[in-house]
């Protein structure tokens, strides 16, 4: 049997430089300015087919918020909050071992994480959201959140979901949307001893692939469970990932986001 | 002074073919089918800057819904429900006369009219979305029906918004989003009684445009308000619009949606 | 077939004069003053029996709404909204089409509504009530907006409902309160296309009428839903109903209500 | 100082006949049956101006339903539970004193307390509402808990209202709503070591008696609160009371809630 | 058969002194001053075994609070609310005739009270508590009223809770926490027309006296519903209960309440 | 300036054996069974004086979790679940960097986590709360969960906090319940790079100790914020805290949750 226990993720769990919470109350007044980024990564505890393990997204939006907040935390003023592991997998009800808060749920609970934000001098919050079924609420959140407390908000993703403007290799077909190629790269490269090449198979509901409007990133949108496309619940082809490539894309990711946090130091409305 | 209440809009009055809430109780069980499509146009009534009515989104999306099934809509058994004109626009809640749910309660709606059509035979149910503010919530809301009711859903726009991946003119660097140049045209296109283009000026938000990822649009996106870019509320540029764009914009939505509603009705997951 | 899609409705259609959502946003600042008032129709879609639309109730608030503004609105600076098609109809819960929001729902709705009408200078704020089942609620939200938003709220009906103190045909023995004799008249007028006399019969629960306190509008009210009468669900007698008996309702609605909306005006507590 | 805490109100809080929370858990299945009736107390803990006691209307509506009860109880096999004392006074927000639960509140109270009634054999669930202001809420909680809960439920009141149907002595031109008259009167007659004539005055709004339409009673409601009148916050003519006349309105009171019950336990709806 | 209806309970029927809903609205800004103490015995209707009324703890709670109030009431100007019946009782869901709010229902509802204590003069608000499943919740909304309404908030009980911290008879090793030899001896000192000794029996859980942590008041406590001990849900020994030790448990409870207000009266947070 | 970003805490971080969330969802059928216990730590973000990080109560709960997880996992086959870093801090809610969920958002989230893990064949779920804090929450949705859910739900805490029945030093006069000498002493175990004792002071509120019945962990227990006491928001003396004081505190608490863990792994509830 495959087994989680001896697996050795030092990489992904070296204390983070700049964590806001190992900060001492006193310090919030004194580091905290209103210059401050403070970035709230965003996870998921849910299934992603046989091969890759239910903290998938969990791993892929820490690694890259502390790689990146390690390089330019320091510049930028970065802070480092603690990564929200449950949040709305709900599309992956059906499966037990996905841990999920309802919509509402996890509504209130960036809004009161946002509410305590506000208490501090910083302005600009950021979620880095490693789970592409967060985004449309994380959406909404961004505005209750500028609206109810005054804060600049940002919505950042490791790689854009290729349902949401990113793009997916074309073995895909533009639908490597859930533990498909670069995902399953990404989890090869950062934790591959939690990843079973052995039981991947291609899962692509290639007939979505010919609608011009109907279709995985296309004008219309349709709301789907995972369980919808196939049993095993994934979507994507995980079979050409490597570490190698792994590797690229999480660089990639990582320089794509530090680079952004330079733009969110920057931003202005324009007003 | 301008004056509204002799105008005459009967081109988006009529009566449209195919109105679910006409039909008798004993006519939903015989003509409402597995095959049929229920249509929803969201659309709000919000500030739009001095030149455009409150009413903008809600027009556009009630025309272009109304043409749509008046086209296909007895070729692909549609059926149009009453738009819903009071929607999630806290963004312009800064601006008197905006008319807008909270999120939550905009959720609850969504999800008590889904928890209601699936009361009926049919399974495809779909939103035409007038008002970009809408979209992540209504996104939300797809896959809270599908899960929670068991509809197939699907979120469609009229025109793709700027800030989702939909065009914008050059001259407005992609930022034409709210009463910008093609918005203002389909208004001079549908209701030029209401429009005031003596009042329009150009309100883009130049900078903006040039970050790479944090834009309108761009990778990482942003939580906003209207009045955080100008005091005027409106983005984009609307002193080229002109009637005849608008016509060619409105004819193309009609298209593109009834389209899309072809798509629908024969979409299936691929299980 | 019955056919609904070729009717002609354009006297319920025509554009309202005075639609505050025509307005633009500065003209909200300008136009709307201390002295306005504004009328929020409730519609409602829901069985009515096989010879009535499901919507029966919009059809007649708006009408009646509409009408009435158009004769007093210039005098008294009266501005109608939208009609709210979704209401509360749990009543109808059972019958497939019938749409319709949770009680807390529409209670949200209601004051979400009131929030926004509050930030403009208008100052008395009227319900148009076409549908008795919202009665109960809407009196709710008229004390919650006064104490959240500090408005004069009303609540007016176009027919007062006859389980609420209103009359009813004696062949109704009082009891016409839901697709009987005057509903029916008054929808043989406004929209003759979409009624079918053919299918109406009598429907009174006469043994009620013998109660002296438990019946309809008798001083104990009781908690009923509209199948438990019969299963075609609906209370009255409309077969002795006429266009011309809908026609003098409808105009006696209209000048009851452009009446009222005079004392609207005119009303002060006395303090 | 007038002394409250040497008073004796025996007559009031003599144990009640048919105490429902007095059974002991196996006697609930034993002596509650589906003919069984179980009234539910609804009481305010609010202002009543100068002259009578917060507790006014939950010792009224407490003993009204203890007097029937004792008079029609074994025969109909009723059942009292003990009076909710809290409820919706919010019309008395401004007045330090009043304690009252908002309006969502309260309704999650009644539909908690029906949940639990439909776990008894009992069908039929009464609530007899000594305050008005709870009227139109418990009107639809009423269809809450029959839909919800299946039950059959019923709304009544000690003395109808004024302002929904009930009588008001002439010199309160109808509006003897709170404090006036008649609740003085009963006052004086169940409890008049609580009652101050010596500070009673008349406080009746009279312009609004001219209305036609929005007045109490009238064809418009309107929400108000009660200090929209006058800072003393009670509505009608509490000076000519008497404890004669409170005796005969509280007999006439339990005779007609008696009666009621005889009613609600032959009630069918007709089907 | 045991008959409630002739039961003569005037022992804790009593007109309690300084009842607060029976002053007038002046009053309330005469009497009621930053020293006065407002206490708000919280009762449950809930199952108590074969032997134990369903008022059980309301029946307690109040006793101890009038008791404690004729005490100290005039020394400390402490003022009596009438006893909240209906609280979280959801470990007795399973038993017909219970009745219980959810948990989120009661937490709203004392919100609601403390939010119109601090309307007042009074500072100092006391739950005296009577079921031990309130505790938890009651000690949140401590902690709430605080925050929220700037309350200084205190939770005692009539007798501290066996899986509290409070003692219980050896013969029921700690575990007599519903229905056992103390609460019997109570009800049978304060109501014994209400409790039947004949049905009584041992219902003691042994083996979990066995556990070091895992057991009622032990340091690991566990969730349970009074149907997972035995089917007769209570937890205890009633047998050995006397009325002679119920009278000495109701003056302690009473002496220690009455002690707990001086403390309260006195208490400051020491800053 | 004190540095954290280069603080090692690797003893912290390793990977925990037996975690829950890097099973992949066929595993999950698999590995976990009705013999599986799941342990959840609340942790909590929130001010401990000068002296502590904001981190403290998440990182004393996920070390003692996963100690004791690593020391009797693979003989009871428990199951460890990621830390739940923001909880209800709410007594801290004046201090700027403090993250806390209101009751009724923390409420949902744990009724949420319940719901999922009731899709696995895992009967035993156990909270290990960190945070005092959130002590009567947890216990609430201990019931919560086994009423809703059908869970066997257990609450451990490392340590009893001093104000719910645990101890403190003598010379804290039992008050150590923030910040206070044992914490401080686990913390210069756990991470001493995070503690200034440089600036750690005595801040006991000795007049509390006098009484009776209202003081921590008295029978009388109240609501209070933690800047009630001091402004430095922290009660207790971390003077004498040391690292060995701490080592020692810390094994304890590691045995005492794996001794509770066995008891929970045989607990029956006796039926």
Known sequence: MHDVTTADRS??????????????APEIGERITERSILVQPLGAIEQHGPHLPLSTDSLVATAVAEAAVAEVGDELDVWLLPTLEYTKSN?????PGTIWLSATTLLAVLDDIGRCVATTAAKRFVFLNGHGGNSALANVACRELRLHHGLMTFLAHPGMPAD???SSPAGELGMGIHGGTDETSI???LAPELVRMDLAERRVPD???ENRYVRFGGRVSFGWLSNDFNEDGYIGDPTPAT???????????????????????????GR
Request: glycine share 10%; net charge negative; aromatic share 10%.
């Open 187 to 189: 989890l090869l490269h």
């Open 11 to 24: 990489h992904d769990r070296r204390p983070a430089a700049r964590r806001f919470i190992d900060l001492r």
């Open 243 to 269: 570490a190698e490539r792994g590797e690229e894309l999480f660089e990639g990711a990582v320089q794509g986001f530090a680079e952004a946090l330079r733009e969110i130091a920057a931003f202005e409305y």
């Open 91 to 95: 599309e992956h009800a059906w499966s």
């Open 164 to 166: 949401q403007g990113g």
């Open 207 to 209: 007939k979505i692939a």
